[in-house]
């Protein structure tokens, strides 16, 4: 069974920083890939950053400059850093795992952790 537990979220000023990470477990972590979705008030899930098994980086044209995707697999986790954080980045964020970036988002997915941007 597939467990994605994401971590890092929190109340943060605009122009600030956050770390978000991912744990997975039951799974060969190294071989797929992993994306971060977010998911605000009203609107629908939507696409932040994706990174495949070999390490490629893809990003919303929101986010690129801003955040930066990456993963360790002998820790089994994803991270997405934050940067110039603005209050649009509001939403609870949610780990996914799939098998491969064009097979994005796979069905597997976080419990989601909150990000709130205001001063």
């Known amino acids: 069974q597939v467990q994605l537990v994401e971590s890092g979220g929190g109340l943060v000023q605009p122009g600030g920083s956050l770390r978000l990470s991912c744990v997975a477990s039951g799974s060969i972590f190294r071989i797929y890939a992993m994306g971060w979705y977010r998911q605000a008030p009203g609107k629908q899930r939507e696409m932040v950053a994706v990174i495949g098994s070999g390490g490629t980086p893809n990003y919303a044209d929101s986010v690129k400059g801003r955040f930066t995707i990456s993963r360790d697999n002998a820790k089994n986790t994803v991270y997405l850093q934050m940067n110039r954080l603005k209050p649009e980045d509001t939403a609870v964020y949610y780990c996914?795992?799939?098998?491969?970036?064009?097979?994005?988002?796979?069905?597997?997915w976080g419990q989601g952790t909150q990000v709130t941007v205001s001063s």
């Open positions: 996914n795992q799939a098998p491969s970036v064009s097979k994005s988002p796979g069905a597997y």
